[in-house]
């Protein structure tokens, strides 16, 4: 239907008629995402045309109608400065029933008639969620009203509400506080001292997921023959957990911060048991949990493996491994995934089991005995092969510097930072790239210290040790000498051939000499060898 007609109805038509209108544009553009941009000026025309209507005392299926309309055209970022007002925000925030920060304004009560059923109203809440959603995640200017008229207080006091919320109400109501919070980074620091949104977000996680206490930071196991999550349930609490994500991004130093970091550790170890219906929703889940568990002080990442009620394994302990094995299998589903990227999919779960294999040593031996098992064949290139090794050593030469830097480290830490048990897993070549940014060519060890238990190496290993090519990291084939059946004459000549093309790509900057300096970092060559030498100790394995 023409714009124009419909603009011009609206200005005279009464609520039925008004309804039929726009219900027909509602027909021909639900799935509308590109608009017309000739058509700019009069799509924001009948955004203010749609708030005029709303602002009047209309009937709930108007009200429903005109705020489907709403969101139909607030796809289009270039047409909302009607509704990016304080007036389009109060009326929006009045219908979702977050009051606005403003009580006793006229817009407060325009979204009900008293008549108003609990469905309808329902109804109502919820497209004008749906309004507000998309209104400020594409106007930077609704993001500061919403600011202004204190539409986080609203937020945070609808979460109190969590227990009795309808579903739709509670996803758009976290979709909306999670969109104010990721695009407003002024605003957490509110949310978290004045408004309690951390604790309250905590409490709907802790509902949602059905968490049952049996110990301080202990939640009782999950039976495995229950039914998985509802799809509901969880992506509420996938919402509720990127919510989270946002406001815990910077320490606040709040004195009750740890407590409360050690209870959401302890939720998100539970929701890590959990399985949703679909493998795929699980994973998903499970990678909003690893973000924030790395957000997390890390000296609160024992919560996932001390449950006393549950008990653990003698060996590490008496430490329960089995969060700690969720988060290696979700690792490795990661690294298996095809075309995916890594970067954003991978480095969260590395930099997490990095960290907790720094802070606790239970928690490394566990993840080592895993992923760095001890050698036997070593005839193979590390990086060749489809073991967890394997695959890391690979990534270690990745092309995307972030991804290959998080997995060296992880490496790096599991052989506690030891120059020399790293190479021995990974060989010089594939470690390079990590050495040069620690200062670590010349050996040693990194700065974080831990217990002094040695790794034992097995008799193939030891056998096969004096062959290895350090550089590759494997036993490799007698290769022929090429200059073997060469004359001295000839070798001379192409020694000084070799001398000569070095000398050119010197002079043309194509390659810089470098070398080593006693403290590990690389130096231009002329500079090393000036620089007295120093002895540097090794471990010995």
């Known amino acids: 239907m023409d714009l124009n007609t419909i603009l011009s109805q609206l200005e005279t038509a009464d609520e039925e008629e008004i309804e039929k209108f726009l219900r027909q544009y509602i027909r021909e553009n639900s799935h509308t995402f590109s608009f017309d941009q000739k058509e700019e000026s009069l799509r924001s025309k009948l955004c203010q045309s749609v708030l005029s209507v709303l602002g009047r005392r209309v009937k709930p299926s108007c009200q429903k109608t005109c705020l489907e309309t709403l969101r139909i055209l607030s796809r289009d970022k270039r047409v909302l400065a009607p509704v990016a007002t304080r007036e389009g925000m109060l009326i929006l925030g009045g219908m979702a029933r977050l009051n606005a920060g403003e009580e006793g304004d006229d817009n407060q009560n325009i979204s009900q008639e008293d008549t108003q059923s609990e469905e309808e109203e329902r109804v109502v809440v919820v497209e004008a969620l749906k309004c507000l959603c998309n209104v400020v995640y594409n106007s930077p200017a609704a993001q500061q009203v919403s600011v202004d008229v204190q539409l986080v207080h609203g937020l945070c006091a609808t979460l109190r509400t969590a227990r009795t919320w309808h579903h739709e109400v509670g996803l758009f109501t976290l979709r909306l506080l999670f969109l104010v919070s990721a695009l407003r980074p002024d605003v957490r620091g509110v949310l978290r001292r004045e408004w309690h949104a951390v604790r309250l977000l905590t409490e709907v996680l802790e509902h949602t997921l059905d968490v049952s206490w049996v110990g301080p930071y202990e939640a009782a196991r999950p039976d495995p023959q229950a039914l998985p999550m509802p799809a509901e349930d969880n992506e509420r609490a996938m919402e509720a957990l990127k919510a989270l994500f946002n406001l815990t991004l910077s320490d606040t130093g709040e004195e009750e911060d740890d407590h409360h970091f050690r209870l959401i550790a302890a939720i998100l170890r539970h929701s890590l048991m959990l399985k949703t219906e679909t493998e795929e929703k699980t994973e998903e ?13 890390v000296s609160c990442l024992d919560v996932l493996i001390d449950v006393p009620v549950q008990g653990g394994l003698e060996i590490y302990g008496g430490k329960n491994m ?24 991978l ?84 470690a390079a790239g990590l050495l040069v940014a620690r200062g670590l060519l010349a050996g040693g060890r990194g700065e974080t210290q831990y217990s002094q238990d040695e790794d034992s190496d097995t008799e193939e290993y030891k056998s096969a040790k004096p062959f290895i090519n350090p550089i590759t990291g494997h036993v490799e084939e007698p290769m022929p000498n090429p200059i073997e059946e060469m004359t001295e004459e000839q070798k001379e000549y192409e020694a000084q051939k070799l001398v000569n093309m070095f000398d050119k790509l010197s002079r043309q900057n194509v390659i810089r000499p470098m070398g080593v300096r006693p403290d ?22």
């Open 285 to 297: 889940a499970h990678s909003h949990a690893i973000n924030l568990l790395n957000n997390l002080p």
């Open 520 to 541: 590990g970092t690389l130096a231009p060559l002329e500079e090393t060898l000036c620089d007295p030498p120093e002895d540097s100790g090794s471990d010995s394995d």
């Open 322 to 345: 089995d969060a700690v094995q969720m988060l290696i299998d979700f690792m490795e589903k990661r690294m298996d995934k095809q075309g995916s990227n890594y970067k954003e999919g």
């Open 347 to 430: 480095t969260p779960v590395l930099s997490l089991l990095t960290e907790g294999s720094r802070h606790h040593r239970e928690i490394r031996r566990y993840i080592k005995a895993q992923v760095l098992p001890p050698l036997k064949d070593v005839k193979i290139r590390p990086e060749i092969g489809t073991t967890t090794r394997n695959k890391l050593v690979r990534l270690m030469t990745h092309v995307d510097m972030g991804v290959k830097q998080t997995a060296a480290e992880f490496l790096f830490v599991l052989c506690k930072e030891s120059v020399d048990n790293l190479l021995k897993y990974t060989g010089y070549g594939n």
